[in-house]
């Protein structure tokens, strides 16, 4: 993801430029964020002869409407030596007003340092006691078993009878081996 450096247009009257830092780190690519906080503008953005030999603009000159903003992409390049050190300048009102930012491209490789990997990572953990079900567990068997007989007294009943006091019977049981299943889980 690249960085990030925002300049601020017409924050402090027409024609006024003001970047967030006056200097900026990068190892790649990033994101000059313009944001016009007044009425329209054209902005400039340029590089000098040592950024330039490493990085590049996707565009130079920008039109920003009234509180605005707009994004110029800066590209850099893999070749060249590293660290180079330059100035991206922000210009407002034709050249009346300048914000320059001193840019430091570093190497790529330098800011990602080899990663330090602790050695008890190598060797194996001990195992964690396991805490699923096991068809042994009798606090689990118990409820699952008295909901079971309770399905069965039902359907059985239906079955056979099929009348309410059949119905209401097998309700009341089932109700039973709900309640017993619940209780008993609690209980676990």
Partial sequence: MPGTLTVHVNHDGTNSVSAE???FETAGAFDVVLVNE?????????LDDALSRVA????TNVYLDADSSQV????VGNGGERPVTGTLEVVTG???ETEPVEVTVT??????????VDESLGSPQPEEEDQGVELGDVETL??????SIGLLVTVLAFLTVGDV???FVAAVVLLGGLSAALFLRRQA
């Fill in 56 to 59: 590049s603009l996707d565009t």
């Fill in 38 to 46: 007044g009425t329209p503008a054209h902005v400039h953005v340029r």
């Fill in 165 to 167: 006091l059949a119905t």
């Fill in 21 to 23: 830092r006056s200097s």
């Fill in 142 to 147: 118990v409820p699952l078993l008295l909901v």
């Fill in 72 to 75: 110029v992409h800066v590209r």
């Fill in 94 to 96: 034709y050249g009346a």
């Fill in 107 to 116: 190497d790529p490789t330098a800011e990602n340092p080899p990663v330090a």
